[in-house]
C-alpha cells in the first residue's frame, strides 16, 4: 500500500511539473527560453481595422508566477506559455534579427495592468542572447 502511495505521489509531481514547469515569482530578474514571435492580440484592431501585433516570448515549457505574499491585488498564473515583451532599443533591433528564432531572455516578470497588456503574464527584458 505504502509503495502505491509513493508511486502515485511522485507521478502527481512529475505531471504538475511538467503541465506547470518551472514558478518564479513576479519582480524578479528571471532568464527564460523560448521563441521569438509576433503574435496577434484576440479582439484588438490597429486604426485601419488590422489585427494588433505584439512582441512576444512562445516558452519553451509552461511556467507558474507566484504573487509576493503581502499584495492581496496580485494574480498567481499557471501553465503560462506566451509573455508579452516590454522592449527597449537595443532589445527592439535584437528581437527583429531573432524573430522565430530560440533565445534566452533576461528580464522582469510582471502581471498585466491595462487595456495595451494582451498576456496576463509580461516580461520586462533587459537582455537577449542567442
Do not use: R
Not at 101 to 107: P, T
Request: net charge positive; proline share 2%.
Amino acid at each position: 500500500m505504502k509503495k502505491g502511495l509513493i508511486f502515485v505521489i511522485c507521478f502527481l509531481g512529475f505531471v504538475c511539473t511538467n503541465v506547470f514547469g518551472q514558478t518564479y515569482k513576479y519582480d524578479s530578474v528571471i532568464t527564460l527560453e523560448g521563441v521569438f514571435i509576433s503574435a496577434i492580440a484576440d479582439a484588438a484592431i490597429t486604426s485601419d481595422e488590422k489585427p494588433h501585433k505584439y512582441t512576444a516570448l512562445k516558452l519553451n515549457k509552461p511556467i507558474s508566477v507566484l504573487c509576493k505574499s503581502d499584495d492581496q491585488y496580485c494574480e498567481t498564473e499557471d501553465g503560462v506559455m506566451l509573455l508579452q515583451l516590454v522592449l527597449k532599443d537595443a532589445e527592439w533591433s535584437k528581437y527583429k534579427k531573432l524573430k522565430g528564432k530560440k533565445v534566452k531572455v533576461q528580464g522582469t516578470l510582471f502581471h498585466s495592468d491595462n487595456g495595451n497588456h494582451f498576456t496576463s503574464v509580461l516580461l520586462d527584458v533587459s537582455s537577449i542572447t542567442h
